[in-house]
């Protein structure tokens, strides 16, 4: 089994900035990639950035610039610094992680979610 621990969402002003993790545990032989999601209520699930074991980072249009996904192997964890937080950036964030796993086979799992809120 695999767990994934999401934290450091919040409340933060326009133009503000926050970091998001999520590490993952449990039987975990590798990871291939792990992303950021968003959901925005009423809104369908939305690929925020991605990036693989060999560190390359795949970004959405609208965070290009200001978000940076970025990745501790050795943790098994993703964190996305996000800067210059617009009102729209307003969403619950998701982690996803995929790989392999000790005792065979694959694995994909979503975070818990956080919560983002930029508001003055």
């Known amino acids: 089994q695999v767990q994934l621990v999401e934290s450091g969402g919040g409340l933060v002003q326009p133009g503000g900035s926050l970091r998001l993790s999520c590490a993952a545990s449990g039987s975990i032989f590798s990871i291939y990639a792990m992303g950021w999601y968003r959901q925005a209520p009423g809104q369908q699930r939305e690929l925020v950035a991605t990036?693989?074991?060999?560190?390359?980072?795949n970004y959405s249009d609208f965070v290009k610039g200001r978000f940076t996904i970025s990745g501790d192997n050795a943790k098994n964890t993703v964190y996305l610094e996000m800067n210059n937080l617009k009102p729209e950036d307003t969403a619950l964030y998701y982690c996803?992680?995929?790989?392999?796993?000790?005792?065979?086979?694959?694995?994909?799992?979503w975070g818990q979610g956080t919560q983002v809120t930029v508001s003055s």
């Open positions: 990036i693989t074991s060999g560190a390359n980072t």
């Open positions: 996803n992680i995929a790989g392999r796993r000790r005792a065979g086979g694959t694995f994909a799992y």
